[in-house]
């Protein structure tokens, strides 16, 4: 999902819950008003919310197949390999045993997979990023303790400051914020 | 403590469980005695430095090994110390998979005592070798000799295994706690700690998206870690089951040692939970009802490994081989019948105590038992390595085995390095899950039910 | 050798040196005193008994010095060496020694006076192993263990390295002045009060020169004193035949040997020839050619009771009246009428069945330390029999017989406490700790005004002295002897010496006041009157061959006086009987300075470093008392105190002491100490009267415990079958069938090599085992580190017993690295440190090792051996001299087996390869093999099945070392022969 750049007046509005369901009505009742371009900040992962605001990515599963994939193909060749380049009779056992190397196989599988989809998780979600800015935002260092957030953002085809601000106060929010744009573009 | 289940409205109950956990590092409540703690793990450390010395030194002769018992305490502990490292990702992974959610309380700290556990473990046998400066030639690396590992010895298995295992878990532990740190980082009030905390929790906050993914990645990787652990201690198991040793080369092995770990994990998981929840006041997340599971789990895989006990005398006397059952009766009658008989007591008579829901339930009676169960699975590590090395097939060879002064204190040291990052881990780090706490909540209640924490 | 014993060793102390001047930061400190405050360490040992021996205890720190921790070349530099004359082939010009090519030269070195002919291999001038030399006739290519450890004798740091004068270092040139005045004070007493006192001696130059000194000087006289010697057979021929004359057992002509306590295959000087004999009639038996039946009675177990066929315990007292009844059956009277029991009835009666079967292929003898007159009896026996000029033969003493004959020492000492002795010459013996005590031998020579000792050690002799003059080693010494059999060898150096020292000869001609000739002059001066005019020829061709050819003394037909034999009445048997014997592997106590052999296990009770007093089960069970339990063995007044080793099948009423430890040698003098502080000295029991045996001892506890180290502490087969049996030479040992594996079947081409061991030969002199040490640099630890299982030796012998503990049948094994085809070793190495050669070996690569020691755990049969610490490092100079250069010197934490002799087989096959011919069988030979006496051990390749190994293996006696673990070894053995005893039961 793309964000708002520095051409944007705002980087959006943010309306800040203090429950869970609310914000989750308040993000269905926008996704109906049309917004498309929201965000939700939230202290724990909500079922269905990312869908409401508008999430639809699902390569980091084919990630770590990949990485698994990537992982046990680069573990059994490496074996194979290596004990054919440099051939030695070991203990009258086969060059390829390949049950021996199933284990080692399945370690680098593992190893593969694991490290591909949590690093891949974190480049997706365009971490480590220190600073953004809706920790500009009143109060949302209770993002991560029991307030919820819901933020429409500047770049959205059907934003308009006065416009939007109005809807938020309708959905019963605690309270309604501006976010301001992000100083330099990303 | 109250009880912060009963607080309505919700809002102010997310926080106090934020709180609550954040709160321990930031304002630390046990300085003092978490200083007593620290100091005494810091004074075990130097006794492995020093240990460690003596043995770069003169040589691993400094030990009590010999031929036939080339390995020793090193080995019975690498298999241990391993061995306790599984509870961590076990409870972790196994039972999100199975969506258990009261190892919301258990999953952190149990994770972090894998990460040193198998850190203990991975030390042994490099400082066991006869030339241990020269270690990384187990690892795979351009060399003018072109020569590399050789990948049917149980060995270079170990070391994939180990390193794989380590890295995993750390990894799975940190995507697991970086939401957390987020949460600390909010709630710091010093400069100090909110660039610390700002630092490690890379900037999370929080937003659906990365939830989103988080959630997926987070779930795959705990289906991959359950056969991973699994894995992991088969092939040590292999170390010994691989070589045509009486004793070990049985296809049993595997799942006894895997097994084992899983006992000696949670004894250990549920010692540090009853210490934990003790000294921080933790009772409204570490309830008795989590007690009570631990103990069910307790005694679940201490009931398995006895039967692991039955299958391992069956296997010999069904075996018919002469030399499999010698050291089958060896085992129970011979010289290392001690740590044999030690392990059997140790391990499996108060543990029937846990048929009892109030022992169960009794915080102290549960550390007792879970203590007395690490200590059985230590003799059975030391009872299975050394009963089939010291008296093998030909009876001139046969020899004994004494542990020596450097052994014992190396042992020792190791607990420093066990305790040490442990203790710091306690210091600095949320040590429960505080976000997974609230969304059970959250979820129990659009489930219409009576909250629990877990 | 032993030097590295102190890594180990003072682990605590070297804390200390090695850590001291590093950062003063406070665990290092703390280090420092864990390792240099005594009380700290004594704490630590008070807490945890397991670093004791870790914590540098004295025995290590003396143990450093055997063999000369000490001493560096420094002592080798500083010394006026002699400059080498033209010794053959020794004169090659430095330019033309060209290092890594190997020089060899056929020379000996003398064992209880005899010569054991060897081939020395030397490198750059260095002497690095001995090996027999094929051509001799009676050792036939054969060592022993004593031959095998010469070597480091020659390079013993703690030989003295010039003249002493009460105590104190002179120079050869006083000693001249004082003893030329000496001698022109003896010319004019024509040598009265002059004594020469020498052991045993059969060299011709020096009977020679001791005949001219007393042709000189005819009031003066020579005693001879060796403490194991056959003096009693002489005695008996003189008794019988009216002269003295030695005795040559031909076992290879014996159909039916009968040993009445005798240890006819036992350590000795014998040992080789004997072997050898027996093991050559053993083979053709083998090949369906011949009989071969060993019948032995005896109170304690020896090799030959181990290869026994059948095997009687019987006391020492009663095999007079065994023997006896032998002569009745003959038809001899002895005097001698005792009832004989059940048991010893049958043998005899199986044993003359047997002779009777095989007239003039029979021979009985009876033990050396029995009575001249069962000696002279067992004559008798024999003549019936019809041995005598078959089985028996007889030649004039090989050691040259001195006036007094047996009684040589004992009129020296009546002499001497008489005041009779002026002047007394004691040449390479040691009487002052050999002597039977009541001879009083250091008293009593007090009162001889001069006395000169000489020999290569300042040992207890020499400190009675006032001069003390170092010898030559026989390495580097010119001189001659006869061997067994009466071949005269010429030895000649293989390297002259390093120290300040004088040839024997020399000396002699030192105390007759002449000072001109060299000790090659001297032997040469002997063989010139003996050869004429064709010396030169037969000098270079003596010295090529390293012996004379046919120079074996005539054969004699004595004829008997026969006037009849009367035993001694033998004792009524009250309490315990005493019997003594040399020490299995240092003898008398001369080789007490050698590492390889202290660390060599003594073939019977698998003991080092140290003796031990040997008793029954019963007995042990009747006092209570187990292995290392100190017990007190005392006779009228007279007592020895030493730790039980307990010895199935020995007789219950019998203690066995053994000799040649407990040295009474001062200080630091030899091994640093710590030679007195091994073991125990039988002496103060032994009696002139009867040195070898004493009845009527008394046995208490002590309550203490002695640690005896030991490389096999369990002897019980338990029902396995790792040594198998069978009961004629054809009989299956094993089905031959290949045994299924998952592993591809990998086709070998030749040469592939392998090894078989006939368990049916092996008599476990240990020869093979030294050879083994000498030829792969392996390190000796010390007898701490043997006590914890940490010994070196890549090639063991086992030994096994079978059934009842009071009479148990005994086996011998040799255990070399399998090399198995399927070896599990190189499946467990993670670095491929240990892998498979092309042609069939199982390689251990040192500099690749990491020592993770999982082959060796993995190995079934615990053939590979570990540097637990860094053995080799810094030892003397003179020990790596003594190195083969071929074979790698391992480093700290690496792991090492039996290599087959690698680096032969390479040479073999380069050398082949240079002269472009392709290798044959026998081309290579292990140097476990090439030492062994019996040829039990045969070695080459197994794709060739014309090869001796091959043909060996396809023996239907061929079977493998625990089969059922399916490792496919190279190693296999032939079965042992047992031959089915009536009214003997093998459980």
Redo the contacts between chains.
């Keep these: ?1 793309r964000e708002p750049t520095a051409k944007n007046p705002l980087f959006g509005l943010m309306a800040e819950f ?4 609310r914000l989750m009505e308040a993000a269905r009742s926008a996704r109906d008003a049309g917004f498309r371009r929201m ?9 269905g ?5 508008g ?1 639809r ?1 699902n390569r ?2 084919w990630i ?1 197949l990949a990485g ?1 994939i990537g992982g046990a193909a680069i573990g059994f060749f ?2 194979a390999g ?2 054919l ?2 051939p ?7 060059t390829v ?1 390949v049950p ?2 199933m ?2 196989t ?3 599988l ?2 593969g ?3 591909a ?2 690093f ?3 480049l ?2 365009h ?6 800015p ?2 500009g935002a009143p109060n ?8 919820f957030f819901l933020v429409i953002l500047g770049n959205d085809q059907k934003f308009d400051p006065k416009k939007t601000r109005a809807f938020l106060e309708r959905l019963k929010p605690v309270a309604v914020g501006e976010i301001a744009r992000a100083e330099e573009p990303e | 403590m109250t009880d912060l289940t009963a607080h309505p409205p919700r809002g102010r109950r997310y926080a106090e469980i934020t709180g609550e956990i954040t709160r321990v590092p930031l304002d630390f409540p046990q300085r003092r005695n978490w200083w007593i703690l620290f100091s005494f793990s810091l004074l075990l450390l130097l006794v492995f430095i020093v240990s460690a010395g003596v043995l770069f030194t003169f040589g691993v002769g400094v030990w009590g090994n010999n031929i036939p018992v080339n390995w020793g305490i090193a080995i019975s502990n690498y298999v241990f110390f391993l061995g306790i490292g599984h509870a961590g990702t076990l409870i972790s992974a196994m039972l999100l998979v199975l969506n258990e959610n009261w190892r919301n309380s258990l999953n952190r700290f149990a994770e972090a005592m894998t990460l040193v556990a198998v850190t203990c473990a991975g030390l042994y046998p490099i400082l066991h070798l006869g030339r241990p400066w020269l270690f990384y030639w187990m690892a795979l690396y351009p060399n003018t000799m072109t020569i590399q590992p050789q990948f049917r010895s149980p060995l270079t298995w170990d070391f994939f295994a180990v390193l794989t295992y380590l890295t995993v878990s750390l990894l799975f532990w940190y995507i697991g706690i970086l939401p957390d740190l987020a949460a600390s980082r909010d709630r710091a009030r010093k400069r100090r700690w909110q660039v610390f905390y700002g630092l490690i929790s890379l900037g999370w906050r929080g937003s659906a998206f990365h939830w989103a993914r988080w959630r997926t990645c987070y779930a795959i990787t705990a289906v991959i870690a359950v056969p991973l652990v699994v894995s992991v201690h088969s092939e040590i198991s292999l170390l010994f089951a691989a070589g045509p040793i009486p004793g070990w080369t049985s296809t049993v092995f595997p799942p006894y040692f895997v097994l084992g770990a899983a006992f000696s994990g949670f004894a250990v998981v549920s010692m540090i939970a009853v210490v934990l929840r003790h000294a921080f006041g933790l009772y409204a997340f570490v309830t008795d009802r989590h007690l009570d599971l631990l103990a069910k789990m307790l005694l679940t895989t201490g009931l398995m490994t006895a039967y692991g006990y039955c299958i391992e005398v069956f296997d010999a006397l069904y075996s018919g081989e002469k030399q499999d059952i010698a050291t089958m009766f060896d085992r129970l009658t011979g010289g290392v019948a001690w740590s044999y008989w030690s392990a059997v007591i140790c391990n499996f008579v108060p543990l029937q105590l846990l048929w009892l829901a109030r022992v169960r339930r009794n915080p102290w009676l549960l550390f007792l038992i879970s203590l007395s169960a690490t200590i059985g699975m230590w003799f059975e590590r030391y009872m299975l390595l050394v009963s089939s090395l010291y008296r093998d097939y030909l009876v001139s060879s046969w020899d004994s085995y004494f542990p020596s002064f450097w052994e014992w204190s190396l042992f020792a040291g190791m607990l420093g390095v066990f305790l040490t990052p442990f203790l710091l881990f306690v210091r600095f780090l949320p040590m429960m899950s505080a976000f997974e706490i609230k969304e059970a909540v959250f979820e129990q209640e659009q489930e219409g039910e009576e909250p629990r924490h877990a | 050798m032993s030097l590295r014993d102190g890594h180990n060793g003072a682990v605590g102390a070297r804390i200390g040196e090695s850590l001291r001047g590093k950062s003063g930061r406070t665990f290092w400190r703390s280090l420092d005193e864990l390792a240099g405050t005594e009380d700290f360490r004594r704490f630590l040992e008070a807490e945890f008994p397991s670093i004791a021996p870790d914590a540098g205890s004295v025995n290590r720190r003396a143990l450093l010095k055997i063999m000369g921790a000490s001493l560096a070349m420094a002592g080798l530099a500083g010394c006026g060496g002699e400059t080498d004359e033209e010794a053959l082939p020794y004169v090659v010009a430095p330019e033309n020694v060209i290092p890594g090519n190997p020089k060899w030269y056929a020379t000996s070195v003398t064992f209880g006076g005899y010569a054991q002919p060897v081939l020395g291999k030397t490198h750059t001038g260095r002497p690095v192993k001995l090996e027999g030399n094929p051509d001799h006739p009676a050792a036939k290519g054969a060592t022993d263990a004593f031959t095998q450890a010469a070597l480091i004798g020659l390079y013993d740091p703690d030989r003295t390295k010039a003249p002493l004068h009460l105590g104190r270092a002179t120079t050869w040139s006083t000693f001249d002045a004082a003893i030329r005045e000496q001698a022109e004070k003896l010319d004019g007493t024509k040598g009265q009060g002059l004594r020469l006192l020498t052991g045993a001696v059969s060299s011709p130059t020096l009977q020679r020169q001791i005949g001219d000194l007393l042709r000189r000087w005819p009031n003066a006289r020579w005693h001879a004193f060796e403490p194991a010697q056959e003096t009693t057979r002489r005695d008996a021929s003189r008794q019988v035949f009216g002269e003295p004359l030695d005795w040559h057992l031909r076992l290879d002509k014996a159909a039916v040997i009968v040993a009445l306590d005798d240890d006819l295959l036992g350590p000795g000087p014998r040992q080789v020839h004997h072997g050898r004999m027996w093991s050559e009639r053993r083979q053709a038996f083998h090949n369906g050619k011949a009989a071969c039946t060993l019948l032995v009675a005896e109170p304690t177990p020896s090799l030959t009771g181990t290869m026994a066929t059948e095997r009687l315990v019987v006391p020492h007292a009663r095999i007079a009246i065994l023997l006896a009844a032998f002569a009745q059956a003959l038809g001899l009277q002895s005097g001698v009428q005792a009832p004989l029991d059940e048991a010893a009835k049958a043998f005899a009666e199986h044993a003359l069945e047997r002779c009777r079967r095989n007239p003039g292929a029979a021979l009985i003898s009876v033990g050396a330390q029995h009575a001249a007159e069962l000696q002279a009896l067992a004559l008798l026996v024999n003549e019936r029999l019809g041995a005598l000029g078959n089985t028996l033969g007889f030649t004039d003493p090989v050691i040259a017989e001195p006036p007094d004959g047996s009684a040589s020492l004992e009129a020296l000492v009546s002499d001497m406490s008489r005041g009779q002795v002026g002047t007394l010459l004691i040449l390479d013996c040691n009487p002052a700790y050999t002597a039977p005590v009541d001879l009083d031998f250091a008293d009593v020579i007090e009162r001889v005004p001069l006395r000169l000792h000489a020999g290569l050690h300042h040992d207890e002799t020499a400190a009675l002295c006032h001069w003390h003059l170092p010898l030559q080693h026989d390495l580097e010494a010119w001189t001659d002897a006869r061997a067994v059999d009466g071949t005269v060898g010429i030895i000649q150096p293989l390297v002259r010496p390093f120290y300040d020292v004088r040839s024997k000869h020399v000396l002699l001609e030192n105390i007759a006041g002449r000072f001109d000739a060299t000790d090659r002059d001297l032997v040469q001066a002997t063989w010139r009157t003996a050869w004429g005019q064709d010396f030169d020829a037969r000098w270079r061709d003596t010295l090529y061959r390293g012996f004379i050819p046919d120079s074996v003394l005539p054969e004699k037909a004595p004829t008997f006086n026969t006037n009849p034999i009367t035993l001694p009445q033998p004792p009524k048997a009250d309490g315990l009987t005493v019997l003594f014997r040399p020490d299995p592997t240092i003898w008398d106590g001369r080789f007490a300075n050698n590492a390889w052999l202290q660390e060599l296990p003594k073939p019977i009770g698998k003991i080092v470093w140290g003796n031990a007093v040997f008793i029954a089960p019963a007995l042990a069970g009747k006092l209570e008392v187990e292995n290392g339990n100190e017990v007190r063995v005392s006779q009228d007044g007279a007592a020895v105190t030493g730790p039980v080793w307990i010895v199935p099948g020995q007789e219950p009423d019998t203690i066995v002491l053994t000799l040649g430890y407990g040295r009474r040698i001062s200080g630091e003098d030899i091994g640093g100490g710590l030679l007195h502080e091994l073991g125990y000295d039988a002496t103060p029991l032994r009696r002139a009267a009867g040195p070898w045996a004493l009845a009527g001892a008394e046995i208490a506890v002590t309550g203490n415990h002695q640690d005896i180290a030991s490389t096999q502490y369990h002897s019980a087969m338990d029902g396995y079958d790792f040594v198998r049996t069978v009961s004629a030479p054809d009989e299956q040992a094993a089905e031959k069938k290949k045994q299924p594996s998952f592993y591809p079947n990998r086709k070998w081409d030749s040469p592939s090599w392998g090894m078989s061991v006939d368990v049916d030969l092996c008599i476990g002199c240990n020869a093979c085992v030294v050879a083994c040490m000498a030829e792969n640099n392996i390190p000796v630890v010390g007898k701490e580190l043997v006590a914890m299982g940490r010994e070196m030796h890549w090639l063991r012998i086992d030994r096994y017993h079978e059934g009842d503990p009071a009479d148990p049948a005994m086996y011998f094994q040799p255990v070399p690295c399998m090399h198995c085809e399927q070896a599990p070793c190189e499946m467990g190495c993670p670095v491929n440190a240990t892998t498979h050669s092309p042609d069939g070996l199982n390689q251990q690569i040192y500099n690749r090792c990491i020592g993770t020691r999982t082959c060796s755990s993995f190995c079934p049969y615990k053939v590979r051996h570990f540097n637990w610490f860094d053995y080799t490092a810094d030892d003397p100079p003179e020990t790596q001299a003594a190195r083969n250069p071929d074979v790698t010197v391992r480093q700290r934490g690496v792991m090492e087996k039996c290599t087959y002799c690698v680096q032969r087989i390479r040479e073999a096959q380069i050398s082949a390869q240079k002269d472009g011919r392709i290798l044959v069988d026998g081309d290579v030979r292990t140097a476990c093999q090439q030492a062994c006496p019996t040829q039990a051990i045969s070695f080459g390749d197994v794709i060739d099945p014309e090869s001796a190994v091959s043909r060996r293996k396809a023996s239907p006696r061929d079977y493998t070392l625990l089969e059922e673990v399916n490792t496919r070894p190279r190693t296999t053995y032939l079965a042992r022969i047992t031959e089915s005893v009536p009214g003997k039961a093998k459980s």
Aim: glycine residues 8%.
């Design positions: 999902m203090d429950d869970g369901e965000d939700a900040y939230t202290p724990f992962p909500i079922e919310l990312a869908e409401l605001v999430f990515d980091l599963p770590f698994g490496m074996q290596i004990s380049a440099y030695l009779d070991v203990g009258g056992r086969p045993a021996a190397f284990l080692i399945f370690e680098l593992v190893l997979a694991v490290s989809g949590i891949g998780m974190l997706l979600n971490l480590p990023r220190l600073h953004h809706v920790f949302f260092a209770l993002a991560s303790s029991n307030k």
